[in-house]
């Protein structure tokens, strides 16, 4: 179905509706006659706007979670090919189109129009005076300021309360635009699984705002639906071959999400991953290049410049290759562990790795690899690395029309050192904060060991849940005022 917009609407009650919601579906004028055909009605009159409305009358009260679950549903189609199904139509929006259309034309609007026009305005006339956003939340409740269309309003917003969309980002007319409702906001309670409404709006808001531009530009994120879309189970379709290898099937599921970027010009493909409810990361470094190559370090100007780079903790992250002293290996870092490995890396035992390390003493090194952030490590992110090699090979073939292999010997699999959770439930908020410190101390060097262990302090992520709800809430309120 070619939907334009969709909407919710949730009498509240009273013998004179039939109906325990009306699910309202706003379809493109191309596609109208499609659905007369399908349902053998004869419209009254065939200009009419009602033709693109379909009103979905529900006996059986929708329960948060099926409410959660269409808003993900559509939104999951915003995201691919349908972006304005990311913006739910408000009870401004239905009532201003019912305004335009007569009883005879829409049965709705007979049947329902004045109930509907009651309840928009009496909940448009409970209002109170606004407030600035609260920064914190007491338990079970999220105080927000919440400013519809018409004027400002204070709201709370109750665990298990009507779904509310709080913001859609980045805001219209981008297209793309991820829905954040009060739901999400539970998830940012300590103790609580980040879902991926909020794993994708930080990363979006990290890539949007917070990357400096020159290098956005250099990167591209996934969201995390990616990984999920490209390793579900088939389903029978028109579309798909059984004699299609599983590589190509999995890459023609998601062929589209890179139909207006070519990630082989990108240095930094970001690839967030759930498995068993644990997230970890995956940063696609220089796919473009097909081995490593290796450049001089900038020297220091000055010795101030000198002890400046030895002193700061705000720069770069060099990794330095394993044969270093743990001195040099370590600068300005303070750690002496190993590291975590390597897979199809070798190691220094061989002569001939030796000396190959031994020419690129001291250089900086470039190389195409996969990085794994893993804050806890209860698995093999072998099967994940294996598919995203395999989804690289097929989206080359398409992209650049030439065979290339991306094998472990062409492209390492690294595994950083890098901080982990002392429990069981930050694992979304490590990922969030990796992809982050990404920017803020970009590795220059991509060799192993890696040692990130001090790439930020443990209380940045303890903060981190209040400081994505302000963030929420304080775009929540900007958005509110423009509308």
């Not at 709705?108 to 600035?132: H, L, M, W, Y």
């Not at 490209?230 to 029978?236: E, H, I, P, W």
């Not at 010997?409 to 490590?430: A, E, F, I």
Request: a neutral charge; one cysteine or more.
């Amino acid at each position: 179905m070619k939907l334009q917009k969709y909407g919710l609407w949730l009498p509240s009650g009273g013998d004179s509706v039939r109906c325990s919601a009306v699910i309202i579906l706003w379809i493109t004028t191309d596609y109208v006659p499609h659905i007369v055909k399908q349902m053998g009605a004869v419209p009254r009159h065939q200009a009419s706007k009602s033709n693109e409305l379909i009103f979905l009358e529900l006996v059986v009260p929708l329960t948060d979670s099926e409410q959660s679950l269409l808003c993900k549903i559509m939104q999951e189609a915003s995201e691919n090919g349908l972006p304005t199904l990311a913006d739910i139509l408000t009870s401004n929006e239905m009532y201003s189109m019912l305004e335009d259309l007569s009883n005879e034309d829409c049965s709705f609007r007979a049947n329902c129009g004045i109930v509907f026009k009651n309840q928009q305005q009496q909940e448009s006339s409970n209002t109170f005076p606004s407030a600035d956003p609260p920064e914190r939340y007491t338990e079970g409740r999220h105080s927000v300021s919440m400013v519809p269309r018409q004027d400002d309003t204070l709201k709370e917003v109750d665990k298990g309360g009507t779904l509310m969309r709080l913001l859609v980002y980045p805001p219209p007319p981008t297209k793309g635009g991820l829905a954040v409702t009060n739901e999400d906001l539970e998830c940012l309670e300590h103790g609580e699984f980040l879902n991926d409404v909020i794993i994708d709006f930080y990363l979006k808001y990290l890539l949007l705002e917070k990357y400096p531009k020159h290098f956005a530009e250099k990167c591209h994120v996934f969201s995390s639906f990616f990984f999920r879309c490209l390793t579900r189970k088939d389903n029978v379709t028109k579309d798909a071959n059984p004699e299609m290898p599983a590589a190509q099937r999995r890459h023609h599921r998601v062929k589209t999400w890179t139909r207006h970027v070519d990630i082989f010009e990108k240095d930094f493909i970001f690839v967030p991953v759930n498995e068993n409810s644990h997230w970890y990361l995956i940063v696609i470094c220089f796919p473009w290049l097909e081995k490593a190559v290796y450049e001089d370090q900038k020297e220091p100007s000055t010795v101030q410049d000198l002890e400046k780079k030895i002193g700061s903790n705000s720069g770069s992250v060099i990794v330095f290759n394993d044969h270093l002293s743990k001195k040099e290996e370590t600068l300005g870092e303070g750690s002496n562990s190993e590291s975590e490995g390597s897979t199809g890396s070798g190691t220094s035992c061989n002569p001939k790795h030796s000396k190959h390390k031994d020419k690129h003493h001291g250089k900086l090194c470039k190389r195409p690899c996969l990085l794994i952030f893993d804050s806890l490590k209860i698995g093999s992110a072998h099967t994940t690395v294996q598919v995203l090699r395999e989804y690289l090979k097929a989206e080359w073939d398409v992209k650049r029309k030439t065979p290339r292999e991306f094998s472990r010997s062409s492209m390492r699999d690294l595994y950083p050192k890098v901080p982990k959770q002392n429990n069981s439930t930050d694992c979304g908020l490590y990922v969030l904060q990796y992809v982050e410190s990404f920017a803020q101390k970009p590795i220059e060097s991509f060799d192993s060991p890696m040692h990130l262990e001090n790439w930020f302090p443990t209380s940045v992520v303890k903060n981190k849940r209040d400081k994505i709800r302000d963030l929420i809430l304080r775009l929540h309120i900007q958005q509110s005022k423009k509308s």
